[in-house]
């Protein structure tokens, strides 16, 4: 809303009628002083509104950030003075014209001087500086549970195979495996963990579905964890159990060590980011469940903060783990390499969790 000439002029030229309970020339002769009082308070201060209705412009086109010295310095003065001048003008009863004009520059310039100037750029450097991590150690125990839920799959698995391995084939469907399972040979499965060619390996395609695979759990986890925890936990525990089924087959074949190495290139980011979802969703249920002195719905807001934090963190580290997967697993074949490669990313993951946005003393 911007003031021209016709507004600030007033009513001075206008016809008045007089006042209740005044009559002839000192009515006339009242109304004519405050005419002329108010307009003299709209000449003395016409520049300076004008002046701060071009500054709050300029921080709306540009930002406060890219304004010079003198005219940040000029708006948050201007401002102040704008604010009396508003409070001056309601009580001497100025037009609503002007009232309105002064209302509005008031409104759009503390917006400018006290609403949040940070860009995006700054929201994801804030995030991942202090954010994520601060957000990780306050959800440590519901992160806890993720891995121990994905644990307790991976073991349940591996002992499941050993006991008979047809539950290979319950865990792994058999279009996935693509020919590896218990009648596969040994040389064929170390053939496939060391081709370098992921066109002609199955590996390559069973990796491929893995990654998409657990971007789905990760996504499912968190997305269910709100309905009592237990189809978060349920469903990571589900997906340890292939993996270990898978796991313990190379075991069995003397292969564990080989296709440990190849799994840790990505695998410790990707399990560890469904770990992650896992326990963002454990955390929305148990607000669900024990909300305490709060209702269920202001509960689950203050638990979404942290665990929408959580669920960001999980898809940065699966779109590290895919781009550990598209490159080192080909690129790499040394089994030694490959363990230091995806355990020391890990340490990295856990560096950032543990040290990121603590506050120097």
Known sequence: MSLDRQDLSGTASGTLSPQPGSSGNGGQNGNGQELMRSARFRQEREADWRRLEWLVLEAERKGLQRMGFADARDLASLYRQATTSLAIAREISLDKALLAYLEALTARAYLCVYAPQERLGGLVSRFLSHGAPQAMRRCWFYVLL??????????????????????????????????????????????VIYDQDPESSGLGAFATYLFSHNTRIAIFVFG???????????????????????????????????LGGWLSIHGVTELSAICIACGGGLKLGVAMLFPGDLSRAESLRLAGRDAVKLALVAAI???AAALLEGFGRQLVQDMTTRYLIGWGVGGLWLAWFLLGGRSRR
């Open 146 to 191: 993720g891995f121990l839920c994905m644990g307790l799959g991976v073991l349940a698995g591996y002992l499941l195979y050993f006991e008979n391995t047809d539950w290979f084939y319950v865990f792994m469907p058999e279009e996935l495996a693509g020919g590896r399972g218990p009648d596969a040979t040994n040389d064929y499965l170390r053939s």
């Open 224 to 258: 269910l964890g709100v309905f009592a925890c237990f189809p978060a936990a349920l469903l990571t525990f589900y997906n340890g159990l292939g993996l270990g089924a898978f796991y313990a087959l190379h075991v069995e074949r003397g292969l564990g060590f080989d």
């Open 317 to 319: 580290m699966l779109i």
